[in-house]
């Protein structure tokens, strides 16, 4: 296929995908649930579950093999920037005011899940179309350790946002649980990535870079990016000067995270975090919300939409370790955090809140799980199984969380989309 005919193919997936998440999207909220929920099934429906099931030649005519590369990396610079705007919301002042009680959260949250891989692993590693040949135990009880215990950390935040509790014990301990769960996750990770990709040269290298990389951007960064704040007006526009400063550190950032085999998104959400606070913050997010939320996140969900294969479902083989992960994933998650919440001494109300909100996986697991799948890790036996649980685990969220809250009067959800979800 030429140049030019992949362009016309990604011109018309793009107007299509837009199209489809949008309306989908549209009707979640009507719903009660977030734009994004919409947008992750429209992904999903978009691939050979839905329309190349129904329609399986159109399916094939308009997303042909040879275009899935340029979904690929329209949808991998949207995550990447969708993170680092996730970055720029981020506030440290949660660790510290609630860090005890979040810590137990926190840990419970991912001792619990971590457990159950670890028992699980021995017995999914048998079973064909779940992980690589070669993955080892090690790995294998990782990464799924890592993927039953992440947060939608930037779903919680919109939804504390959303029901007037940031600022409060309970959205304050919440987001810090969620900031810290999902840190000691994406860590996890990144170290399985980093022993599966290679030899342990490599595994040192991805893991020593990536924590000479955070402390660098902690320790240095903050104090070099502090002038480009500087030079952003309290009212106006952002300069084109700072954006364009702004955006050619996130790219470096990014390939630097994966260069060193690690991924992109770990380095524009570290810039986002140091970016320095106030005018800069809020203008970048008013000039690029837009399109990461509405053109460059849905090519994300649709490109792990045409990965993903339901009717793998219908093989008993896997049938019966997506019905056990499932169940790990939603018990082990939500218990855990209940559990730790009670006893750090949180009301029963605001304890199985924070189990209903940690619970949540969102995007955060269609992140992991598309690395993996890239990785060669996991086949498309798991990725479908672990989308299913991502999309189950964020449906469940809101309508569990606002039933638990329901003595306060939980506002309709806004038609704006926002990092966030």
Known sequence: MSTSQLSV???????????????????????????????MIAGVMLGPSLLGAVLPEAQAVLFPKATLDMLYVGGQVGVGMYMFLVGTEFQAAHIRSRYRSA????????????????????????????FADNARFLEVALFLGAAIAITAFPMLARIIQERGLAGTPLGTLALTAGAMDDAAAWCILAI??????????????????????????????????????????????????????????????????????IHAVFGGFILGVCLPRGALTERL???????????LLPLFFTYSGLKTQLSVLLDPAILMPAIVILLASFGGKAIACWAAARLSGESPRDAKAIGALMNARGLM????????????????????????????????????FNRIMRDRPAPAL????????
């Not at 806004?414 to 979800?421: E, F, H, L, N, V």
């Open 9 to 39: 193919y990604f011109f018309l997936q793009a107007g299509l995908i837009i199209v489809a998440c949008r309306l989908v999207g549209k009707l979640a909220q009507r719903l009660g649930q977030p734009q994004v929920v919409g947008e």
């Open 103 to 130: 810590m137990a959260v926190s840990w419970a949250g991912i001792a619990v899940p971590f457990v159950l891989a670890f028992a699980l692993a021995p017995w999914l590693q048998r079973v064909p179309g779940l």
């Open 192 to 261: 399985v990535l980093a022993s599966f990709g290679g030899s342990w040269e490599q595994a040192w290298l991805a893991i020593g870079g990536g924590i000479a990389y955070l402390a660098f951007m902690l320790l240095a960064g903050r104090r070099l990016l502090a002038p480009l704040g500087a030079q952003v007006p309290a009212e106006g526009p952002l300069p084109t000067p700072v954006f364009a400063w702004v955006m050619a550190t996130f790219f470096l950032c990014a390939w630097a995270m994966d260069a060193i085999g």
């Open 285 to 295: 997010r008013e000039r690029l919300q837009g399109m990461v939320v509405v053109v």
């Open 365 to 400: 697991e269609l992140i992991i799980i598309n690395i993996g799948l890239q990785a060669g890790l996991i086949k498309p036996g798991l990725f479908t199984i672990l989308v299913i649980m991502a999309i189950l685990t964020t449906l469940v969220a809101t309508p569990l």
């Open 414 to 421: 806004p038609a704006t989309d926002g990092p966030p979800a």
